[in-house]
């Protein structure tokens, strides 16, 4: 591989703007002129008081992004689960959204969730966090 002996490779800050190289790729990869938007979420399942589930994740220009989403041993079963993935759907759409995204471990016990709820598997991906695989799934939002 070559290296210029002038080029350098250094730590960026959030005050180093690239916006005008990124927009001048937007025609060729999207066919027009893009904003790209993201707004962060988080909700959470309520049960007399105490917090029984929550979602996190973020809309990120027409998809839904499911970064986490966690529900009590307790409280598994009951629907708080569809709920707060309705809840986090239900936010997007508002935003703009048609899809859903996330990732999960390949061997979770979470994935006939997902399955009932109608995501469909679409990648895997070997050997990743801590070792483990880990599938993606998606759904088109209702």
């Not at 959204?97 to 679409?122: P, Q, S």
């Amino acid at each position: 591989m070559l290296q210029s002996a002038m080029i350098k490779i250094i730590k960026a800050s959030s005050k180093d703007n690239f916006t005008r190289e990124w927009n001048a790729i937007n025609i060729p990869h999207y066919g027009k002129e893009i904003r790209w938007t993201e707004k962060p979420f988080s909700f959470k399942a309520v049960e007399n008081g105490k917090m029984i589930g929550k979602i996190e994740g973020k809309y990120e220009s027409g998809v839904i992004n499911i970064a986490t989403i966690m529900i009590t041993s307790n409280a598994r079963g009951r629907g708080v689960g569809t709920m707060l993935i309705n809840k986090a759907e239900e936010y997007g759409k508002k935003q703009g959204a048609h899809r859903t995204w996330l990732v999960t471990g390949k061997h979770w016990t979470e994935n006939l969730f997902y399955k009932k709820l109608g995501f469909d598997l679409i990648a895997t991906i070997p050997d990743f966090y801590f070792h483990t695989d880990f599938v993606i799934y998606t759904r088109l939002i209702k």
